[in-house]
């Protein structure tokens, strides 16, 4: 049997199709497996809305944002001392005081 140019040229578009494809469904996959937030609190299944550290990480920068600052949710969430910041510019708010109360002056950790 030989190969030819053609054969070749098939062969790379179907694994090139098959590559996307296979990129769709795994993205697909991931939203529809996202943790979903309400304000400070995620859902979950059969329980109902718990505040939970990612969700209120997510919220503070949300809140922060609003006031001004530039944050994202990855750097609250990952970086203390961003957190710090973003409690300073908005831990006043009563949105996110709870979430804050460790990071303002006269908190538990200061």
């Known amino acids: 049997m030989t ?11 179907a694994l090139g199709f098959g590559a996307i ?8 996959a991931d939203a ?3 943790i979903r ?3 400070p609190y995620q859902y979950v299944k059969g329980v109902g809305k718990i505040a939970t550290p ?3 990480d997510k919220y503070l920068a949300r809140v922060a944002r609003s006031r001004g600052m530039k944050i994202s949710n990855r750097a609250v969430r990952l970086n203390p ?4 910041d973003a409690c ?3 831990g ?9 109360s460790d990071y303002r002056y006269g908190g538990r950790n200061r």
Not at 21 to 28: E, S
């Open 88 to 90: 300073d510019i908005a």
């Open 32 to 34: 529809g497996s996202g």
């Open 21 to 28: 494809a296979l990129t769709v469904m795994q993205r697909t």
């Open 81 to 84: 001392h961003a957190k710090q």
């Open 37 to 39: 937030c309400s304000g």
């Open 54 to 56: 990612y969700c209120e």
């Open 3 to 13: 190969i030819t140019t053609k054969m070749i040229k098939n062969t790379i578009l």
């Open 92 to 100: 006043h708010d009563i949105r996110v005081s709870g979430i804050c």
